[in-house]
């Protein structure tokens, strides 16, 4: 499929790029996020702090790293009080092939990593978690706009398993449970204009958006965050045919026997697309595995 940029005006919350960009402004990421979490798990939200926990690397020189991925850290206030945070991890849209859950599970077991010192034993002070993913498709295919997930033990169902550990899937076009409060955001998420501030929460979620959709710096990070994504889709494009021009040609080979380390460690390595394509020509015409090696020695 071909990539098609879209202007930052075109961006919704949906969008990583947004949604971060946001939720790491200096001015309004704060209240932005305390908004979202609070209409969301529909509980006030108290003290927060924002972290960002990942940079994209440029790809070339002349690109930047976009700084990504952010987690809402929320103090609570009683000194007696363990754990003593929430951590909320808060992640829009991911792609319907990846398996979701478990994608979870390994990002949760790397942010529980970084709340615990190494050494400490006391695991009271291991933060809750909740991993709030937000998607435009159904997870689990039964139609609610929220899936709760926390561990349970199936002997006894009634049995509270308090490891503070909370998954939570939103669905924006889910039709069952929630509130109109939180069909309102998701709505916004899908679709981030004027007319779907809906209620008071939307229309604050919508000023903190276009205070920092107007910024420059904004725009900038953001046709430079297009040009990574665009490098990165073209390389990896790049490289599928790569892979798949060398396939062809082991397919040819295998008809001779076992591919020797030799011929399998020079097809991996070369790297011009042209070269890779007339050595599948000459895969086609050798009589054995021998007559393609000294053919393509001779080339090189």
Known sequence: MAYTKRSLEELNIMDDFLINAVATDEE?????????????????IGTIRVVSQRTIPALTPKLWGIRMDIEVVEDLTSEEHLPAMNIY?????LPEDMDLLRHNRFYQA????????????????LPNLYVITILNYDPFGYGYMMYN??????????????DGLFYIYFYTDGTKGGTPEIK???????????DNATDEATRKVHDYTKK???QPEVRDAYMKYEDIIYYERREAAKTATLNTT??????LLEDYGEIPDSIMDKLNNEKDLKVLAKWLKLAAKSDSMEEFAEKINEEG
């Open 28 to 44: 309004v990421g704060i209240p932005f996020c305390r908004e979202v979490l609070s209409v969301l798990l529909q509980r006030k």
């Open 89 to 93: 991890d808060l992640e829009p849209h």
């Open 110 to 125: 790397k942010i529980d990593s970084r709340y615990l010192k190494s050494g400490e034993r006391d695991f009271s002070k």
């Open 149 to 162: 997930v926390c561990n349970q033990c199936k002997e006894v169902p009634e049995l509270e398993y308090e």
């Open 184 to 194: 309102a955001m998701l709505n916004y998420f899908k679709k981030s204009t004027q």
């Open 212 to 214: 920092v959709k107007i």
């Open 246 to 251: 060398i396939g062809c040609i082991c397919d």
